[in-house]
């Protein structure tokens, strides 16, 4: 508990509040090999601590002494302490990069699931935006959380270590390295606002690019055909541009700070060579002496910027957190309630999905009934339907499952008993039998080739390598008509309450089209069929039910399932 608290702490001081609410259990967990990794290199710092010692003894108890035996010694004794430095280092390296990248995986791990779990009701970020954020993003605070600690006890121990030993030697000269101390605290505080806003800007740029990217290439094929690959390269160039000139910008400042803090060193050593040097020529001061103390002071420098440096890569981490705060806060919890027992009623009184463009409808989808939901494109058919998933908020009215608001129920037990297969269904890169079981992962291969069947998708994977036949990334080697049959096979896996098809038909023929409904209408007799289609066998019915959408104000938009009847009934409703 109290290293919890503990671990919360830093986390609070290292990123701020709200980072640390979701950081501090994955700190906790890197604890232990954090821990590890500081004991070793604790280990390797002492051992180089003692070095300028050693070497001190080997000229003045062994070189100006004139005593071969003491030289022979304290030589040994060297290279012996250099052996273990460089042999620890190694171990140190090794454990480290174990350590760290174990953080890294749990830290992005928990991002991805997050990201995963994004509320539908937010608008979605660019995908590859999303991207840069769980890689860029991560890897920038995993870095510095794990090496964070570790710099800084480190860089505390040397430099303890290192300010005894020089006042050891002369306690007067010791006291130069701190005096230099406030005026590089004053400077780096100072420019920290800068590093900030030039961090800011890089991610900003680094995510620009991954979108850009992501958006080029995915859409490489509809580009070339309409002759425009030279612009998709011009956009591209223009973002690979604007992230390079944030790097150099940042690198500059970065290279700036840090050459004020070792123009102080250059000018300590200055300064101790000088004095030091009357001290030997005065007589006061051996030379092994002087050596020893500049060899201190030279080993200050690295951890004394390393420290203060880590006041600048703070900045930079706090931006990177809090574009992963925007990650976290944007997951929708599966909370709420399960559904009331007994067969699926749906009822609608007065509602009308956000952004959608309908008069409010009032409706009851009796359980196992077949319906036709119509109306214009673009009136929020497919918003209405996305309602009952809780996949798109309710703009009026009420939407209820066996008598509860769909908004007090758990997400997860709406989407067991609810497929909504949306317009455009994706499909993995990987086999066909891959991409069923997403939907029901304990099916067996007879009930696979069962839905393939109904699907009418049997005779075509029969002629492919079955179940194992590879689909490609999105199903780009599919037809579109194959790629919409498999997606209706994957939705028939699932033992569900209510089928939503929305537009699944509008790229297969009609023949396969008829084979399919037929199946559709024996099999799921109990299961309640909602339809939305601008044409095609699936208008044919006969339903149960037809709503249809429609609008008191004209609707101007209009699309390529946009039909000349619904244009006409459109323009009835307006007048
Ligand atoms: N994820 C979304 N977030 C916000 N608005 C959306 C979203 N998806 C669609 N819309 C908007 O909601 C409105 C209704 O869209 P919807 O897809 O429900 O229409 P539709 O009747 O199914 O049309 P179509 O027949 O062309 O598919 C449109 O104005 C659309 O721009």
């Known amino acids: 508990m109290a290293d919890a608290a503990l671990t919360g702490r830093i986390a609070r001081l290292l990123f701020g509040a709200e980072t640390a609410t979701w950081i501090t259990p994955i700190m906790r967990r890197a604890m232990p090999g954090a821990l590890v990794v500081l004991g070793f290199s604790l280990t390797a710092a002492s051992l180089g601590l003692a070095l300028p010692m050693l070497t001190r003894q080997v000229i003045d108890a062994g070189i100006m002494a004139g005593d071969m035996p003491a030289l022979v010694f304290w030589a040994l004794m060297s290279f012996a302490v250099g052996l273990g430095t460089v042999g620890l280092g190694m171990v140190n390296a090794m454990l480290h990069l174990r350590a760290s990248a174990r953080m890294l995986v749990d830290l992005r791990g928990r991002l991805f699931r997050a990201t995963l779990a994004r509320d539908p009701f937010l608008p979605d970020p660019p995908l590859g935006e999303a991207m840069a954020r769980l890689d860029g993003d991560c890897a920038e605070i995993q870095s510095f959380a794990f090496d964070t600690v570790l710099v800084a006890v480190g860089a505390v121990f040397r430099l303890t270590g290192g300010i005894v030993l020089m006042v050891a030697l002369d306690w007067r000269m010791a006291l130069l390295p701190l005096l230099a101390a406030p005026f590089e605290l004053w400077f780096l505080s100072r420019a920290r606002p800068r590093t900030t806003r030039l961090a800011q800007t890089v991610r900003q740029w680094r995510g620009n690019l991954s979108s850009q990217m992501a958006e080029t290439v995915s859409s490489r094929a509809t580009l070339r055909g309409l002759n425009a690959l030279d612009q998709g390269e011009e956009n591209f160039a223009q973002a690979q541009q604007g992230q390079l000139s944030a790097l150099m910008q940042q690198r500059l400042w970065s290279e700036t700070v840090g050459a004020v803090s070792q123009t102080i060193t250059a000018s300590l050593r200055g300064i101790i060579l000088l004095v030091g040097g009357w001290q030997v020529i005065a007589g006061s001061w051996q030379i092994g002496t002087l050596v020893a103390f500049l060899a201190y002071a030279g080993m200050m420098s690295g951890p004394l910027r390393n420290l203060l440096g880590l006041y600048h890569a703070q900045a930079r981490a706090k931006v990177a957190a809090q574009r992963l705060d925007g990650v976290m806060s944007a997951q929708r919890m599966d909370g709420g309630s399960p559904i009331p027992a007994g067969p699926l009623v749906i009822d609608l009184k007065d509602a009308r999905a956000?952004?959608?463009?309908?008069?409010?409808?009032?409706?009851?989808?009796?359980?196992?009934?077949?319906?036709?939901?119509?109306?214009?494109?673009?009136?929020?058919?497919?918003?209405?339907?996305?309602?009952?998933?809780?996949?798109?908020?309710?703009?009026?009215?009420?939407?209820?499952?066996?008598?509860?608001?769909?908004?007090?129920?758990?997400?997860?037990?709406?989407?067991?008993r609810i497929t909504h297969l949306a317009q455009r269904p994706a499909l993995l890169r990987g086999r066909l039998r891959d991409n069923l079981v997403l939907a029901d992962p304990d099916a067996d291969d007879a009930r696979l080739w069962q839905v393939l069947d109904w699907a009418d998708l049997a005779l075509w994977a029969r002629g492919e390598k079955g179940l194992d036949t590879v689909l490609t990334e999105t199903a780009a080697n599919l037809s579109g008509g194959l790629r919409q049959r498999v997606a209706i096979?994957?939705?028939?896996?699932?033992?569900?309450?209510?089928?939503?098809?929305?537009?699944?038909?509008?790229?297969?023929?009609?023949?396969?089209?008829?084979?399919?409904?037929?199946?559709?209408?024996?099999?799921?007799?109990?299961?309640?069929?909602?339809?939305?289609?601008?044409?095609?066998?699936?208008?044919?019915?006969?339903?149960?039910?037809?709503?249809?959408?429609?609008?008191?104000?004209?609707?101007?938009?209009?699309?390529?399932?946009?039909?000349?009847?619904?244009?006409?009934?459109?323009?009835e409703k307006a007048v």
């Not at 299961?527 to 101007?556: C, E």
């Open 354 to 416: 956000d952004n959608a463009l309908h008069d409010a409808v009032s409706a009851r989808f009796a359980p196992g009934s077949k319906v036709l939901l119509d109306g214009p494109s673009g009136i929020g058919k497919s918003r209405l339907m996305a309602v009952l998933t809780r996949d798109a908020p309710l703009a009026e009215g009420s939407v209820k499952l066996n008598g509860e608001p769909v908004s007090d129920l758990r997400p997860t037990a709406l989407t067991s």
């Open 489 to 571: 096979a994957r939705a028939l896996l699932r033992p569900a309450d209510v089928l939503i098809f929305d537009e699944a038909f509008s790229e297969i023929d009609d023949r396969a089209c008829h084979r399919i409904l037929t199946a559709i209408d024996r099999e799921c007799t109990a299961v309640t069929r909602i339809f939305i289609a601008h044409s095609g066998p699936v208008r044919d019915g006969p339903f149960d039910q037809v709503i249809t959408l429609s609008a008191s104000l004209p609707i101007l938009r209009n699309s390529r399932g946009d039909m000349p009847y619904q244009r006409e009934k459109a323009r």
